[in-house]
């Protein structure tokens, strides 16, 4: 096929390599040589296209898609039509398939849903509005661009003009798709309009989220059945992390009577419009506050641990002078660092936020963490590999203790008072012990799950009394600068008071010299 494809078109295009292949052909990367540009040829297979019917609906429908010029349509430049092949060539969209997307990464996150969901109904609306029903959108015929993460809607190639009286090419009751998205009425032969394609969406946006099917079986006859007989599973049942609004416009596309769907790809797109415009923003400097208060928590905690373990070190030693200054540098660093904090918060309510704007500035962060780690969580990879970092973690933290205490109390010989001796072996094992402690650490940090469960906490505690606590201490340091302030105005108003008098005398006495009258004091 290749070198057919090559050898036909080797005057205008060079074929680079295979991007995919279905059941309606396969599509190639190659070099436009006139236009020095990418492009994709995809090509019907030879056994359809000298079928003069198929040749006749694939050319017609193919010149149809070409008219489109809409952002979220992959456009189509030409077609090609010689007596052993039958191609058409469209754009190049550098990214993957919805579909390599979620096997890729797992189901979408709901801001990712939501563009997805918007793009392709914009599409749609813009094909429905020109009487064209795709009849076969699914993940495969859906690109995301990696540069911009958008989507883009491909393959008209079965599509068919609702409209058109002359559309006899495609039979009433023939049944053209693919089954696992097929629509009820698409399932069963009937005329078909834009809500079709809105189902279609719809399975596309269930398996987007879920990373699943709303109906499998063994054979294509019984997806079919299912789709006209069954009910989905409701998107929130699977995903309860998903803003309600979502789960509830895909339920919506999902409905058996087309009346109950959406009424158009545009209202789709309005409904979902909603849920953006209905995200909060959450300012940069709160942002960077969240990210210091979680350094800052998690700093005490590593100081706190650190001098604590130290000092129980020096006080088996009766090492006094070294047990208060141990003790003297760690109050210092947790000042320093409280300090800090007290002056962050002071800085956010210089710029006009409260303590309450923060908290649920911080609540719109922890939500955004937890969307991410849903998403990825949602994929048996990622949730495998968190199971085992945290089983991992647990073993290097009860090794390591179990060792530092073995050597501790069995290993260590005293030499004299207050003065202990560890051996090579001893020494070895504190090594070792020392190395697991760090890999639970790094484990404990950077596991997305342990990870999302401290930040929580450490939200949760300065949204507490605690945090509430900072800010008043920091809106008491400004309250004491303003006072501060007003004093010096008020002093500054005395003086400039006490120069008006002294000026007044001045200007009495200049006006009495001039005039030959004795001055007049002012009472």
């Not at 997806?223 to 919506?252: E, F, G, K, N, Y």
């Not at 009766?318 to 210092?332: G, S």
């Not at 660092?337 to 309450?356: C, E, N, P």
């Not at 590999?385 to 530092?404: E, V, Y």
Request: glycine share 8%; aromatic share 6%.
């Amino acid at each position: 096929m290749r070198d057919l494809i090559q050898s036909t078109l080797h005057k205008r295009y060079h074929l680079e390599r295979e991007l995919g292949k279905g059941g309606m052909g396969a599509v190639y990367l190659a070099q436009d040589l006139q236009l020095q540009r990418l492009v994709a040829i995809k090509v019907l297979p030879p056994e359809l296209a000298v079928r003069p019917e198929l040749r006749e609906r694939f050319l017609r429908e193919t010149r149809l898609a070409a008219g489109f010029s809409h952002p979220n349509i992959v456009a189509v430049h030409a077609v090609e039509e010689h007596p052993s092949l039958l191609c058409f060539v469209m754009g190049f969209i550098e990214g993957e398939t919805l579909g390599q997307r979620v096997r890729r990464a797992g189901p979408l996150g709901g801001a990712e849903a939501v563009r997805m969901l918007q793009e392709v109904a914009w599409a749609l609306s813009y094909a429905h509005g020109r009487g064209v029903v795709h009849r076969d959108i699914k993940p495969d015929n859906i690109l995301v661009e990696r540069a911009t993460g958008r989507s883009l809607v491909t393959d008209f190639g079965i599509a068919r003009s609702s409209t058109s009286g002359a559309s006899n090419l495609t039979q009433v009751g023939e049944v053209v798709g693919t089954p696992q998205f097929m629509s009820p009425e698409q399932a069963a032969g009937e005329p078909l309009d834009g809500r079709s394609d809105l189902y279609s969406l719809g399975v596309v946006a269930f398996f987007a989220v879920t990373g699943r099917l709303p109906f499998e079986a063994t054979s294509a006859g019984a997806v079919m059945a299912m789709h006209l007989t069954q009910a989905p599973p409701r998107v929130a049942s699977l995903r309860p992390d998903l803003p309600q609004a979502l789960c509830a416009a895909i339920d919506r596309c999902l409905e058996k009577e087309p009346a109950k769907r959406f009424e158009s790809g545009e209202a789709l797109a309005a409904a979902l419009d909603v849920m953006r415009a209905s995200r909060r923003e959450v300012s940069p400097a709160v942002r960077m506050f969240q990210q210091q208060a979680t350094q800052a928590v998690r700093a005490v905690f590593i100081v706190v641990l650190m001098t604590s373990v130290y000092l129980d070190n020096l006080v088996w030693a009766k090492a006094d002078a070294q047990f208060i200054l141990i003790l003297v540098v760690a109050v210092t660093v947790l000042w320093g660092i409280f300090a800090q904090m007290v002056g962050r918060a002071r800085y956010l309510m210089t710029l006009g936020h409260s303590f309450d704007e923060v908290r649920d500035g911080l609540g719109v962060i922890l939500a955004e963490r937890a969307e991410a780690r849903a998403q990825e969580f949602a994929n048996l990879r990622a949730r495998q590999r968190a199971k085992r970092a945290t089983r991992i973690m647990l073993a290097a933290f009860a090794l390591s203790i179990a060792g530092f205490v073995f050597v501790i109390r069995v290993m260590r010989v005293s030499t004299g008072v207050g003065t202990y001796r560890i051996g090579m072996g001893g020494f070895g094992i504190l090594a070792v012990c020392a190395a697991l402690f760090g890999i639970g650490i790094a484990l404990a940090m950077m596991n997305p799950g342990r990870s999302n469960g401290i930040d929580r906490q450490i939200a949760r505690l300065w949204c507490s009394g605690a945090g509430r606590a900072v800010f008043r201490l920091a809106g008491w340091t400004i309250e004491r600068e303003a006072t501060q302030l007003q004093r010096e105005l008020r002093t500054l108003e005395h003086k400039r008071r006490a120069l008006e008098g002294e000026l007044a005398v001045v200007s009495g006495e200049v006006r009495a010299t001039e005039s030959g009258r004795p001055p007049v004091t002012p009472q």
